[in-house]
């Protein structure tokens, strides 16, 4: 089958604002629809706590019948992490979470496994070696809590936990909301809701309740990969890389779906806006403060960005031939600058697009989310040009 011509239609005329000063942010915007087939999509910067950037424009369809509105929600794929990686550290500054406590400590049946002694901190740091299940997880299982998290708790690690990072795709959200399950007694989801965006007002869940369905982007698949498809993409992937990506098997087809907007999926179902992004990841950019809410104590804020060791991530080392860095729940721009040029700045970029960034040392936050996925987990180029024009108005 012959791939599909890219689309030459113009650029959609955007709505929002842009301070003068970010004009190129706007440009960017518009040349990701001009020239790097973006179709629906939202961006918002805030430049310590005050909102520079709040743009979108677009189609919230592939059948283009849906304008991209102010309140459009997206799927954001793994930009979750980050969010609920906050969940874990404003439990740790309430003293309810030690991170170097073993994690069978909160979770006495992962201690199975040789886990016993696995530290919380390697959870969210993607070297606990959890990365993905050995044995086929069918969709309908996976949407189930206790089925997932009993096999994880069952399982032994893919490498030695501690000695390398294998990014934990979809498991990373079971293994760090049991934890918050545990202490809390509430899901991932029902907790962020609770203690961080009901309060503060932020438009993010984790799922997507049955009665914001209308206001929901259709996420549209990425291209197929050149070279023989995705079976061939596949075939070269190591075992562990095909258990955190492959296992099972989920695109843009499963996220429009009721049955993943209805699970929780901590890593990976997250649902908002770009200005609930950019002011979620806004609490690490502030020091623990967003919006003038003190959410994380300066400490906490400071200890989520404490880097765990480079490496050559051993699921991402395909796409990714240099080492990268995980903090406590969100990556470190480093050398290479995935989170523009301060390499202390972190974020988490989603499955084909999205991205959060938090950069303390300049007082930036930025919210990206899109609806037609790129074929990158990671420092997709829409997501980059936004960055650059971001650091080169400041």
Known sequence: MPEPEPDRSPAPALEGHCDPRFAAVRDAFEANFRTREELGAAVTVQVHGETVVDLWGGWADAARTRRWERDTVVNVWSTTKGVTALCAHLLADRGLLDLDAPVASYWPEFGAGGKEALPVRHLLSH?????????????????????????????????????????????????????????????????????????????????????????????????????????????QWEPVALAALANPPVGAAQANSPEWRAAELPAANGHGTARAVAQLYGVFAGRGRS?????????????????????????????????????????????????????????????????????????????????????????????????????GAL
């Open 291 to 391: 919006g003038g809410h003190r959410v994380l104590s300066e400490s906490a804020a400071e200890r989520a960005r404490e880097g765990q060791g480079a490496c050559r991530d051993l699921v991402l080392g395909a796409g990714h031939g240099h080492e990268t860095e995980c903090a406590l729940g969100l990556w470190l721009s480093g050398p290479h600058g995935s989170y523009g040029p301060n390499p202390r700045a972190v974020g988490h970029d989603g499955f084909g697009g999205s991205c959060g960034l938090a950069d303390p040392e300049s007082g930036v936050s930025l919210g990206y989310v899109m609806n037609r996925m790129g074929p990158n987990i990671a420092d997709d180029p829409r997501k980059m040009a936004l960055i650059d024009a971001v650091y």
């Open 127 to 235: 070297r606990a070696g959890l990365a993905g299940l050995r044995e086929p997880l069918p969709l309908a299982e996976f949407y189930d809590w206790e089925v997932t998290t009993a096999r994880l708790a069952a399982t032994e690690p893919w490498w030695e936990p501690g000695t390398r990072s294998g990014y934990h795709a979809m498991t990373y959200g079971f293994l760090v909301g049991e934890v918050i399950r545990r202490i809390t007694g509430r899901l991932p989801g029902a907790f962020l809701h609770d203690e961080i965006t009901g309060p503060l007002g932020i438009d993010f869940t984790i799922g997507l309740p049955e009665k914001e369905a209308d206001r929901a982007a259709e996420l549209v698949h990425p291209r197929p990969p050149q070279a023989g498809g995705q079976e061939a993409a596949f075939a």
